[in-house]
Protein backbone atom coordinates (compact mmCIF):
# COMPACT_ATOMS: atom_id res chain seq x y z
CA UNK A 1 0.00 0.00 0.00
CA UNK A 2 1.60 3.02 -0.86
CA UNK A 3 1.73 6.55 0.67
CA UNK A 4 0.74 7.96 -2.20
CA UNK A 5 -2.33 7.47 -4.26
CA UNK A 6 -2.46 7.03 -7.88
CA UNK A 7 -4.96 5.84 -10.38
CA UNK A 8 -3.46 2.22 -11.80
CA UNK A 9 -4.17 2.89 -15.24
CA UNK A 10 -5.66 5.88 -17.84
CA UNK A 11 -5.64 5.42 -21.59
CA UNK A 12 -6.94 7.91 -24.21
CA UNK A 13 -6.50 8.15 -27.99
CA UNK A 14 -3.73 9.56 -29.76
CA UNK A 15 -4.00 13.51 -29.77
CA UNK A 16 -6.17 13.99 -26.77
CA UNK A 17 -5.14 14.63 -23.59
CA UNK A 18 -5.06 12.91 -20.09
CA UNK A 19 -4.37 13.75 -16.61
CA UNK A 20 -2.89 11.63 -13.45
CA UNK A 21 -3.42 12.45 -10.13
CA UNK A 22 -1.43 12.14 -6.97
CA UNK A 23 -3.12 12.13 -3.85
CA UNK A 24 -1.40 12.61 -0.61
CA UNK A 25 -1.38 14.03 2.78
CA UNK A 26 -0.21 17.19 4.60
CA UNK A 27 3.20 15.33 6.20
CA UNK A 28 3.92 14.45 2.29
CA UNK A 29 2.25 16.53 -0.63
CA UNK A 30 1.06 19.17 1.76
CA UNK A 31 4.51 20.40 2.33
CA UNK A 32 7.00 19.49 0.20
CA UNK A 33 7.99 19.21 -3.58
CA UNK A 34 6.38 16.52 -6.04
CA UNK A 35 8.26 15.22 -8.88
CA UNK A 36 7.04 12.75 -11.81
CA UNK A 37 8.71 10.38 -13.29
CA UNK A 38 8.33 8.42 -16.54
CA UNK A 39 9.04 4.83 -16.80
CA UNK A 40 9.21 3.34 -20.50
CA UNK A 41 8.86 -0.94 -20.52
CA UNK A 42 11.93 -2.59 -19.70
CA UNK A 43 14.06 0.99 -18.72
CA UNK A 44 15.13 2.38 -15.52
CA UNK A 45 12.86 5.63 -14.18
CA UNK A 46 13.54 9.62 -15.58
CA UNK A 47 12.54 12.29 -13.73
CA UNK A 48 10.10 14.42 -15.57
CA UNK A 49 8.93 17.37 -13.75
CA UNK A 50 10.26 18.40 -10.01
CA UNK A 51 9.76 21.16 -7.70
CA UNK A 52 5.99 20.64 -8.82
CA UNK A 53 5.60 21.77 -11.76
CA UNK A 54 9.14 22.94 -13.49
CA UNK A 55 10.08 20.84 -16.53
CA UNK A 56 13.47 18.76 -16.84
CA UNK A 57 15.28 20.06 -19.60
CA UNK A 58 14.15 18.56 -22.73
CA UNK A 59 10.97 17.46 -21.64
CA UNK A 60 8.06 18.76 -24.51
CA UNK A 61 5.63 21.30 -22.64
CA UNK A 62 3.38 18.85 -23.58
CA UNK A 63 4.25 17.58 -19.86
CA UNK A 64 2.80 19.93 -17.01
CA UNK A 65 2.45 19.09 -13.51
CA UNK A 66 0.31 21.02 -10.60
CA UNK A 67 -0.11 20.77 -6.96
CA UNK A 68 -2.99 22.18 -5.17
CA UNK A 69 -3.18 21.15 -1.13
CA UNK A 70 -2.29 17.36 -0.78
CA UNK A 71 -2.85 16.35 -4.36
CA UNK A 72 -0.75 16.88 -7.20
CA UNK A 73 -1.34 16.39 -10.83
CA UNK A 74 0.67 15.30 -14.00
CA UNK A 75 -1.17 16.47 -17.58
CA UNK A 76 -0.37 15.36 -20.87
CA UNK A 77 -1.59 16.75 -24.17
CA UNK A 78 -1.72 15.58 -27.73
CA UNK A 79 -0.75 11.92 -26.61
CA UNK A 80 1.65 9.97 -28.76
CA UNK A 81 2.39 6.49 -28.19
CA UNK A 82 6.15 7.10 -27.34
CA UNK A 83 4.00 8.05 -24.25
CA UNK A 84 3.11 4.61 -23.30
CA UNK A 85 4.54 4.19 -20.10
CA UNK A 86 4.62 3.54 -16.37
CA UNK A 87 4.19 7.81 -14.58
CA UNK A 88 5.07 7.24 -10.71
CA UNK A 89 4.72 10.88 -8.51
CA UNK A 90 6.81 11.02 -5.84
CA UNK A 91 8.35 13.39 -2.73
CA UNK A 92 9.30 13.69 1.26
CA UNK A 93 7.13 12.85 3.60
CA UNK A 94 8.56 14.84 6.53
CA UNK A 95 6.67 12.53 9.21
CA UNK A 96 8.13 8.88 8.11
CA UNK A 97 11.68 10.92 6.78
CA UNK A 98 11.50 9.27 4.23
CA UNK A 99 10.84 9.33 0.42
CA UNK A 100 7.49 8.12 -0.87
CA UNK A 101 5.90 7.31 -4.23
CA UNK A 102 2.87 6.54 -5.61
CA UNK A 103 1.85 3.17 -6.87
CA UNK A 104 2.29 3.88 -10.07
CA UNK A 105 -0.03 4.65 -13.22
CA UNK A 106 -0.32 2.64 -16.46
CA UNK A 107 -0.92 4.99 -19.36
CA UNK A 108 -2.05 3.86 -22.81
CA UNK A 109 -2.47 5.07 -25.65
CA UNK A 110 -5.27 3.43 -27.95
CA UNK B 1 26.60 13.50 -18.34
CA UNK B 2 25.78 12.15 -15.81
CA UNK B 3 26.58 8.31 -15.33
CA UNK B 4 25.30 5.65 -12.45
CA UNK B 5 26.46 2.45 -12.76
CA UNK B 6 25.36 -0.39 -10.21
CA UNK B 7 26.73 -3.67 -9.38
CA UNK B 8 26.50 -6.55 -7.12
CA UNK B 9 23.24 -8.02 -7.37
CA UNK B 10 22.84 -11.39 -7.28
CA UNK B 11 20.70 -14.60 -5.89
CA UNK B 12 20.89 -15.07 -2.47
CA UNK B 13 18.75 -17.26 0.31
CA UNK B 14 16.94 -15.53 2.97
CA UNK B 15 18.77 -14.55 5.94
CA UNK B 16 22.03 -13.92 3.68
CA UNK B 17 24.01 -10.95 3.35
CA UNK B 18 24.74 -8.53 -0.53
CA UNK B 19 26.55 -5.66 -0.92
CA UNK B 20 25.69 -3.54 -3.87
CA UNK B 21 27.59 -0.68 -5.53
CA UNK B 22 27.25 2.32 -7.41
CA UNK B 23 29.63 4.19 -9.54
CA UNK B 24 29.24 7.71 -10.45
CA UNK B 25 30.58 10.09 -13.10
CA UNK B 26 30.04 12.89 -15.01
CA UNK B 27 28.94 15.20 -12.03
CA UNK B 28 30.84 16.15 -8.58
CA UNK B 29 30.16 13.33 -6.80
CA UNK B 30 30.63 14.76 -3.40
CA UNK B 31 28.21 18.12 -3.44
CA UNK B 32 25.26 15.84 -4.15
CA UNK B 33 22.87 13.25 -1.77
CA UNK B 34 22.16 10.03 -3.30
CA UNK B 35 19.88 7.14 -3.16
CA UNK B 36 18.54 3.98 -3.34
CA UNK B 37 15.60 2.74 -5.01
CA UNK B 38 13.78 -0.53 -5.51
CA UNK B 39 11.20 -1.78 -7.71
CA UNK B 40 9.92 -5.41 -7.02
CA UNK B 41 9.19 -7.55 -10.12
CA UNK B 42 6.29 -6.17 -11.66
CA UNK B 43 5.45 -4.08 -8.99
CA UNK B 44 6.02 -0.10 -8.76
CA UNK B 45 8.83 2.09 -7.08
CA UNK B 46 9.89 1.73 -3.31
CA UNK B 47 12.36 4.81 -2.03
CA UNK B 48 14.83 2.74 0.23
CA UNK B 49 17.12 4.89 1.25
CA UNK B 50 19.78 7.91 0.96
CA UNK B 51 22.79 9.51 2.71
CA UNK B 52 23.82 13.66 2.07
CA UNK B 53 26.43 14.50 0.60
CA UNK B 54 29.17 13.63 3.61
CA UNK B 55 27.70 11.04 4.35
CA UNK B 56 26.25 12.99 7.60
CA UNK B 57 22.62 11.88 7.59
CA UNK B 58 20.81 8.76 6.50
CA UNK B 59 17.52 7.83 6.14
CA UNK B 60 15.61 4.37 5.37
CA UNK B 61 12.39 3.11 4.68
CA UNK B 62 10.94 1.42 7.85
CA UNK B 63 11.18 -2.32 6.08
CA UNK B 64 15.12 -2.15 6.10
CA UNK B 65 16.10 -0.42 9.01
CA UNK B 66 18.24 -2.27 11.20
CA UNK B 67 19.44 -4.68 8.05
CA UNK B 68 19.99 -2.71 5.33
CA UNK B 69 23.23 0.44 5.72
CA UNK B 70 23.80 3.34 3.28
CA UNK B 71 27.06 4.41 2.89
CA UNK B 72 29.55 6.59 0.28
CA UNK B 73 33.29 7.18 -0.95
CA UNK B 74 33.31 10.75 -1.89
CA UNK B 75 37.23 9.81 -2.54
CA UNK B 76 35.89 7.15 -5.44
CA UNK B 77 32.63 8.43 -6.49
CA UNK B 78 30.85 5.52 -5.33
CA UNK B 79 28.00 4.95 -3.43
CA UNK B 80 27.02 1.56 -1.40
CA UNK B 81 23.92 -0.93 -0.26
CA UNK B 82 24.99 -3.44 2.39
CA UNK B 83 22.21 -5.47 3.03
CA UNK B 84 21.87 -8.50 5.76
CA UNK B 85 19.46 -10.49 6.83
CA UNK B 86 17.61 -10.65 3.32
CA UNK B 87 13.98 -11.63 3.01
CA UNK B 88 12.08 -12.73 0.21
CA UNK B 89 10.50 -9.51 0.21
CA UNK B 90 13.64 -8.04 -0.93
CA UNK B 91 13.85 -8.83 -4.46
CA UNK B 92 13.68 -5.88 -6.87
CA UNK B 93 16.08 -4.21 -8.74
CA UNK B 94 17.79 -1.79 -7.40
CA UNK B 95 18.63 1.54 -8.70
CA UNK B 96 21.06 4.21 -7.56
CA UNK B 97 20.16 7.62 -7.86
CA UNK B 98 21.70 11.25 -7.87
CA UNK B 99 19.59 13.19 -5.48
CA UNK B 100 17.22 12.72 -3.42
CA UNK B 101 16.57 14.45 -0.26
CA UNK B 102 13.43 16.57 1.39
CA UNK B 103 13.11 18.91 -1.63
CA UNK B 104 14.44 17.35 -4.53
CA UNK B 105 14.43 14.66 -6.74
CA UNK B 106 15.80 11.59 -7.90
CA UNK B 107 17.26 13.58 -10.85
CA UNK B 108 19.06 10.79 -12.55
CA UNK B 109 18.90 6.78 -12.39
CA UNK B 110 21.21 3.80 -12.83
CA UNK B 111 20.07 1.28 -15.23
CA UNK B 112 19.60 -1.42 -12.47
CA UNK B 113 21.02 -4.40 -10.54
CA UNK B 114 18.75 -7.26 -9.71
CA UNK B 115 18.51 -8.66 -6.47
CA UNK B 116 16.63 -12.02 -6.20
CA UNK B 117 16.32 -13.23 -2.42
CA UNK B 118 14.95 -17.32 -2.40
CA UNK B 119 16.16 -20.60 -1.18
Known amino acids: QSVLTQPPSVSAAPGQNVTISCSGS????????VSWYQQLPGTAPKLLIY???KRISGIPDRFSGSKSGTSATLGITGLQTGDEADYYCGTWDSSLSAGVFGGGTKLTVL | EVDLVESGGDLVQPGGSLRLSCAASGFIFGNYWMSWVRQPPGRGLEWVAN????????YYVDSVKGRFTISRDNAKNSLHLQMNSLRVEDTAVYYCGQGGDYDSPVDSWGQGTLVTVSS
Open chain 1, 26 to 33: SSNIGNNY
Open chain 1, 51 to 53: DNH
Open chain 2, 51 to 58: IRHDGGEK
